[in-house]
């Protein structure tokens, strides 16, 4: 039996051999990870078994996922959303606990139990539907925007749970105090977190942002900073955690941030999966399969009859409705932490772990195939949407890049580019130079802080909906990207450092490659030919560009 690390590499490594096997036969890596922890764990070969460095590893993942997760919400993306998304969530939350505990009376359990699994129940997993919209990139979307705002209303939910299991409800007062305490609390740490980040961190992350290694230790600092405040304040980590991360989503560099926090959030994620697989046991699953399989379906069928009436009642489109219901069929790893909680607190028997875990497995599993083949199931049963469809219903507009113009670099030229571009484009400028990072907030474009070659910087440019994208980096590499991943119709120009690049770049499509040699020869021509014609001509062109200097550079 592998102990300690021997057991943390058993897990990296068949986390690795598994999740290429899923990544090659195109099926979700978190179901990978959870048949991995089955295999090595006592249902399978036996060989590892859940302790405290794994617990801690399964700790991290969830932390670094809610922190990555306040790292994509900019405030003013998500008020669109907010007032439906806490509509959504309590009727949603309220109606699935009373499916829950209807069921679990159904099964046979007693009245104590079946309210704690009509709580467990009533959550969706944050891990695994973050997980796979991310992977799919749909995070952004509306459907994806109302699914993480229900799961960030229930995590803060799961807290006040949590915290009110510590209550005597015998004494009203003493629980409405606490609750009172719990939200005030996590009010003032999310205060905190916005005004610290704005007008003190960001200025820490101007300073180091050329040295990436800084970068990423101090934005994990500062994320384990919130988790200790939250600690200390009878918070979970994973609060302390989100409120960081959206308190740095606020400033430019949180997309720089995200592509460095997120292979280490891959990683703990794997664990967690593995870790929740380890712990089912094969005693478990044969006491209670009959009931988990019975309550797995019906909670998945309700659960998304709930979220589709529920979010249809808000006017949302069917097709939105449908999207965002299909995410949420799954219980929570939230609630395997509750139900423990109330097995140690002696209100539940221990063999109910054994139930709600293998429900969590059947519905997450399931889960990740319905999400992974929702717009397959989607267009089976389009006649049905277009049948519920109406015309007092419609999608909030979601602020997004369309026929934009995307700019790579920001100097003396590019800045009269845009200027002349935002005529008739949206203008979405990516830039790496921390000096220019207070002017491009300031302006009226649409701003990423970064370097173009990470993956979470392209992703953010929308280049499949651009209608031209311009770059201005001397990096070959960079250029090469643009080439790559635009589409065909996108006009894309790129600078060259020499004629041979240039031929490359040619080569791999593009519409114009700067060469600023062969711009400044034909330039001096240009001007030489009006000097020995008309001097006093070639006078007026040097004043004028004298005057476009001094504008610039002003």
């Not at 405290?52 to 590893?57: N, T, Y």
């Not at 040619?506 to 021509?525: K, Q």
């Amino acid at each position: 039996m592998a102990t300690g690390f021997e057991s943390l590499a058993f897990l990296i490594g068949a986390a690795t051999v598994l999740g290429i096997v899923a990544q090659k036969t195109r099926q979700p890596k978190v179901m990978a990870y959870i048949v991995a922890g089955l295999a090595i764990g006592p249902v399978g070969l036996d060989i590892v078994q859940g302790g405290e460095m794994i617990s801690l590893f399964s700790e991290l993942g969830l932390v670094f996922l809610l922190f990555l997760i306040g790292l994509e919400i900019d405030i003013d993306e998500v008020r669109e959303v907010l007032g439906s998304t806490i509509g959504i969530a309590v009727i949603q939350m309220t109606l699935t606990f009373a499916s829950g505990l209807g069921i679990s009376l159904l099964l046979g359990f007693d009245t104590v139990t079946s309210v704690f699994i009509g709580a467990a129940v009533m959550f969706s997993s944050t891990a695994l539907v973050v997980k796979i919209l991310t992977q799919m990139d749909e995070a952004s979307t509306l459907p994806g925007r109302l699914d993480v705002g229900v799961l960030l209303i229930q995590d803060v939910a799961v807290v006040v749970i949590l915290a009110l299991m510590t209550v005597n409800f015998s004494r009203p007062s003493q629980a409405a105090l606490k609750l009172l305490e719990i939200f005030l609390m996590i009010f003032v740490v999310g205060v905190l977190s916005l005004a610290s980040s704005k007008y003190f961190f960001s200025k820490i992350l101007k300073k180091i942002s050329g040295n990436s290694h800084a970068f990423f230790t101090h934005g994990v600092a500062w994320a384990f900073l919130f988790i200790t405040v939250a600690s200390h304040l009878n918070l979970s980590l994973e609060i302390g955690a989100f409120l960081a991360g959206i308190g740095i989503a606020q400033v430019p560099y949180s997309r720089e941030l995200q592509e460095n926090v997120r292979p280490l959030t891959d990683l703990f994620m794997a664990i967690f999966f593995m870790n929740f697989g380890i712990g089912i046991s094969g005693a478990s699953i044969q006491s209670y399969f009959t009931e988990a399989l019975i309550a797995s379906v019906a909670l998945i069928t309700i659960k998304f009859t709930i979220f589709f009436l529920t979010i249809d009642r808000f006017k949302f489109t069917p097709e939105t409705s449908f999207k965002a219901s299909i995410n949420m069929g799954q219980i929570s790893e939230f609630g395997l932490i509750l139900i423990s909680l109330a097995i140690a607190e002696g209100f539940v028997a221990p063999d109910v772990s054994g139930f709600i875990s293998m429900v969590a497995i059947l519905t997450m599993g399931t889960s990740a195939y319905l999400m992974r083949y929702k717009d397959t199931i989607q267009e089976k049963i389009q006649p049905l949407l277009d049948f519920l469809d109406s015309e007092k219903k419609e999608d909030v507009n979601i602020d997004t890049l369309s026929d934009h113009a995307v700019i790579i670099g920001y100097d003396a030229i590019s800045r009269r580019v845009c200027q002349k571009l935002s005529e008739d484009h949206q203008i979405l400028v990516i830039d790496k130079n921390p000096e220019n990072t207070e002017e491009l907030a300031k302006s009226d474009y649409e701003y990423i802080y970064g370097d173009f070659k990470h993956g979470e910087i392209r992703e953010g440019s929308d280049l499949e909906e651009a209608s031209f994208v311009i770059s201005f980096s001397r990096e070959k590499e960079v250029n090469t990207a643009v080439l790559e991943e635009k589409q065909d119709e996108t006009v894309g120009i790129v600078r060259g450092s020499d004629f041979e690049v240039a031929s490359e770049l040619y080569d791999l499509g593009a519409d114009y490659v700067i060469l600023e040699n062969l711009l400044a020869s034909d330039r001096i021509s240009e001007y030489l030919e009006i000097y020995l014609e008309d001097r006093e001509l070639f006078l007026k062109e040097i004043d004028g560009e004298m005057d476009d200097i001094a504008g610039i550079n002003n």
